[in-house]
């Protein structure tokens, strides 16, 4: 089932673009200018918009969905 990514901003895009390369929250905060608070909330927001239950979920459908 491929989740629905237009709820999703294009930062949170961006954001699941680099889980699905493997970053770490400080690295994908450093590529992005963001700090690294800011892409935690990010990426729960993501995982409240798709209607998932914990990150690493989030990590695998932004590989599924990316690479």
């Avoid at 895009?13 to 905060?29: E, Y």
Wanted: charged share 25%; hydrophobic share 50%.
């Amino acid at each position: 089932m491929q989740p629905d990514l237009s709820r999703l901003s294009l930062q949170q895009k961006d954001i699941m673009r680099l889980l699905a390369k493997g970053l770490t929250d400080a690295a994908i905060a450093t590529r992005l200018s963001l700090s690294v608070a800011v892409v935690l909330a990010h990426k729960q927001q993501m995982a409240d918009k798709l209607g998932l239950t914990d990150m690493d979920e989030l990590t695998r459908i932004s590989a599924k969905v990316y690479l």
